[in-house]
């Protein structure tokens, strides 16, 4: 029998959704032994919690326009997927939105701070006692990886560890040592320049760049594939 992974969207746009999707498959080597589900929960908060226990593995993506600080809907309902996985112990990943979410869901604290800001490929550098930590497995002790955010957690939530660090904020990661439940600050899936590239182009309209802040942009991101193993591993851990 296939395993079920649901892979929850956080994006107003079908064409951002459905890149991110590409990404995630192609970076995670997702392959015919696994039932993908997609749930954009921007438009959709029809899952109950009985059917998100129904799932094998949840990946929750990234949000091209929110922050977990504002008062939407689905901000809520998305904790509610956290927290399900954590106590169920269904295994999660949550990238950049996702990894906020789950901090905050499980007790953590995230704040504004655009002092701090990440955008572009920036330097990760593991720390602590990671060799338990299934995602981490071949990572270098430092790699780049894609950044987009604003928000960081200011503390993790309680039990949990962090084995990755930027020079610009202690906490770009979070793991259980007692469940199958992990989170990354950056974006592993957007690995390849040519990715940050194509949502650059996107973006550049949609937010009325400058010529001048596109190009600054540009110049931002490098190839990163040593970030794109940490999501390769997850799903590794789940073919058994």
């Known amino acids: 029998m296939k395993k079920k992974i649901l892979i929850a969207h956080i994006r107003d746009d079908h064409n951002m959704a459905d890149h991110e999707h590409e990404t995630v498959m192609d970076t995670s080597k997702i392959c015919e032994k696994f039932e ?3 749930h954009n929960v921007v ?23 929110y922050s977990v600080l504002d008062d939407k809907p689905f901000i809520p309902y998305l904790e509610n997927i956290a927290r399900t996985a954590h106590e169920k112990h269904i295994p999660f990943f949550g990238i950049c939105y996702g990894f906020q979410i789950a901090v905050q869901a499980l007790g953590g604290v995230m704040i504004s701070d655009p002092s701090s800001k990440e955008v572009g490929t920036y330097n990760m550098y593991k720390t602590g006692d990671h060799k338990n930590d299934i995602t981490l497995k071949g990572i270098d002790d ?21 084995f990755i660090k930027s020079d610009n904020i ?3 990661h979070l793991s259980f040592s007692d ?3 992990y989170g990354v600050q950056f974006h ?15 973006y550049k309209d949609l937010y009325g760049m400058s010529e001048k802040e596109y190009q600054e942009q540009l110049s931002l991101y490098i190839d990163a594939p040593g970030s794109g193993d940490v999501l390769k591993n997850f799903i590794d851990s789940l073919r058994g």
């Open 36 to 38: 993908i589900t997609r």
């Open 179 to 181: 469940r199958p439940f």
């Open 43 to 65: 438009h959709d908060l029809h899952m109950s919690p009985q059917e998100i226990k129904g799932f094998d593995a949840i990946i929750m993506g990234g949000s091209g326009a």
């Open 170 to 172: 202690p906490y770009h």
């Open 142 to 162: 430092v790699f780049t990886a894609a950044c987009g955010r604003k928000d960081r957690a200011l503390k993790l939530p309680n039990g949990a560890d962090c």
């Open 188 to 202: 592993p899936e957007l690995w390849k320049r040519e990715d940050n590239l194509h949502r650059l182009n996107y």
